[in-house]
C-alpha cells in the first residue's frame, strides 16, 4: 500500500510545480526570448490546455492498457517538454514547451487518482485525497523560494532542469516502484493466459454497470468543478484585491498567501481526524458552509472598502472550505468506479479545468470587479454545491465493485 501512496503523490506533484517553481525567473525569461511578461504570462493557460487536451485519452488508456505504461509515458513526456522549455530560444518554442509539459503532468495527474481509487476503500481514500491536497498546498509556497534559491546560482534554464529531475524521479518510481493496480488491465492478462482475446461477460457487465451519466457522477463533477473554480479566482484575483486595493507590497501579498496556504494544510491534514467522527456528508456541508461565510465576510468588508482583518478571515475561510471538503467530494466521484476509474478521473480533471477557466474569462470579458468575481462563485457556487449534497446522496457500492476492492487490497 505505500507503494501506491508514494508514487501517487509524487504524479500529482508534477502539476503545481510545473506551475508555480518557473514564475520567479519569469521577468529573466521574457528578457532573453525577447518577449513581455504579459505575453509569456498566457504559458499559464497553454499549459492547463495541454493537460486538459490529454487527460480523456491518458484516462481512457489507462483503462485499458493500465496504469503504469501511462505513468511511465506520461513522466518522459514530461522530461523531454521541461528540457525543451530551458533550451527554449524563442517564446513560441517556450510555449510548445509547457503545452508538452501539461500533456505529461495531465498524464500523471489522471492516472493518480484513478491508482488511489484502484487501491482504497472510500473512507480511506478520503482522507488520503484530503492530505493529497495539504500536500499540494505547500507547493505554491515552497516552489518560489526553491526557484529564487535556484536562480542566486543558476540562470533560468536552470529552473527547467529542476522539473526534469522531478520527472526523471517519477519516472524511476513508475518503472520500478509502482505496481499495476488496475484490475481491468489484470482480467486482460488472465485472460490472456487462458487463450480468450476478449473481455470476460462479467468485465463487460461490470462495464456497462458503471456510466458517467448518473445523477451521482454528475452531482460531484459539478460539485468538485465549482470547488476548483473557487480556489482558482481566489488565486487569479488575489494579487489584484491585496496589493491594488488593501494596499500591501509584493512582500505583504507572500507573506499572506503563506498565511492562507498554511490555512490549507492544517484544515487538510485535520480532515482524516474529522472524517473519523463525522459522516463526509457533514464534512461537505461544512465546506459549503465555510464558503458561504466567506462571501458574507466579503460583502461586508467590500461596503466598508475592504477591511484587511475581515478580508483576511475571508481569504482564510476560502482555503479552509476548499481544503475540507475538495478530498472527500472528488472521492465520492470515483467510487461508483471499479474498472473506469481511469475514464471518470480524467473526466474530473477535464471538467474542474474547462470550469474554472470559463468562469475566468466570462467575468473578465463582462468587467466584473476581482471582489464581486471572488463573492459570485462563493455564494452560488455554494448554494448549488450544498442543494446537490442534500439532493443527491451516495449510492450504495454494487457487490462486484466490493469484491473488486477486496481483491485489490490483498494483491
Known amino acids: 500500500m505505500i507503494r501506491f501512496l508514494l508514487c501517487s503523490f509524487a504524479l500529482v506533484l508534477l502539476y503545481p510545480t510545473a506551475i508555480d517553481l518557473y514564475l520567479v525567473g519569469l ?32 484516462g481512457k488508456l489507462s483503462d485499458s492498457i493500465g496504469r503504469k505504461p501511462v505513468a511511465m509515458t506520461g513522466a518522459t513526456i514530461f522530461i523531454f517538454a521541461s528540457l525543451l522549455g530551458g533550451q ?25 487518482f484513478a491508482i488511489l481509487r484502484d487501491t482504497l476503500d472510500d473512507q480511506r481514500r478520503a482522507k488520503v485525497l484530503s492530505m493529497l491536497n495539504g500536500i499540494t498546498c505547500i507547493v505554491p509556497v515552497i516552489a518560489p523560494v526553491v526557484g529564487h534559491l535556484i536562480m542566486l ?6 529552473l527547467f532542469t529542476t522539473m526534469a529531475v522531478m ?40 462495464r456497462a454497470a458503471e456510466p458517467f451519466l ?44 503563506a498565511l492562507t496556504a498554511l490555512v490549507s494544510m492544517i484544515t487538510s491534514f485535520s480532515a482524516p481526524f474529522l472524517l473519523s467522527i463525522f459522516r463526509q456528508r457533514s464534512l461537505m456541508l461544512l465546506s459549503q458552509g465555510l464558503f458561504a461565510t466567506a462571501a458574507t465576510v466579503l460583502v461586508a468588508s467590500g ?21 475540507i471538503g475538495f478530498g472527500v467530494t472528488m472521492s ?41 468575481m471572488l463573492i459570485i462563485i462563493l455564494a452560488l457556487g455554494g448554494v448549488i454545491s450544498a442543494a446537490l449534497i442534500l439532493l443527491v446522496a451516495l449510492p450504495s457500492m454494487p457487490t462486484s465493485c466490493k469484491a473488486n476492492e477486496e481483491i485489490t487490497s490483498t494483491s
Not at 546560482?153 to 536552470?158: G, I, L, V
Not at 470547488?227 to 481566489?234: A, D, H, P, Q, R
Request: with cysteine; charged share 10%.
Open 27 to 58: 521577468p529573466q525569461i521574457a528578457s532573453d526570448l525577447g518577449a513581455t511578461e504579459s505575453q509569456l504570462h498566457i504559458a499559464f493557460s497553454v499549459y492547463l490546455a495541454g493537460m486538459a487536451t490529454t487527460m480523456f485519452f491518458a
Open 88 to 112: 527554449a530560444d524563442s517564446s513560441s518554442t517556450f510555449l510548445i514547451a509547457r503545452f508538452a509539459q501539461g500533456i505529461g503532468a495531465g498524464s500523471c495527474y489522471v492516472v493518480a
Open 153 to 158: 546560482k543558476f540562470p533560468w534554464p536552470s
Open 167 to 206: 520527472g526523471v524521479v517519477v519516472c524511476i518510481l513508475s518503472t520500478f516502484v509502482l505496481k499495476e493496480s488496475n484490475a481491468n488491465r489484470r482480467s486482460n492478462e488472465s485472460a490472456a493466459e487462458t487463450g480468450s482475446s476478449h473481455p470476460s461477460e462479467t468485465t463487460l457487465a461490470k
Open 214 to 257: 448518473g445523477r451521482f457522477f454528475i452531482s460531484r463533477v459539478i460539485i468538485t468543478s465549482i470547488g476548483v473554480t473557487t480556489i482558482l479566482t481566489y488565486v487569479n484575483v488575489s494579487p489584484m484585491l491585496v496589493m491594488e486595493v488593501m494596499g500591501f507590497d509584493r512582500g505583504g501579498y507572500s507573506t499572506i498567501m
Open 303 to 323: 461596503v466598508s472598502t475592504l477591511d484587511q482583518i475581515a478580508n483576511l478571515i475571508g481569504f482564510g475561510l476560502i482555503c479552509a472550505g476548499f481544503s
Open 332 to 372: 465520492q466521484a470515483l467510487s461508483p468506479f471499479s474498472l473506469r476509474a481511469g475514464m471518470a478521473s480524467s473526466i474530473l480533471g477535464i471538467a474542474q479545468v474547462c470550469a474554472s477557466a470559463f468562469y475566468i474569462w466570462l467575468m473578465g470579458l463582462l468587467g466584473v470587479s476581482a471582489l464581486n
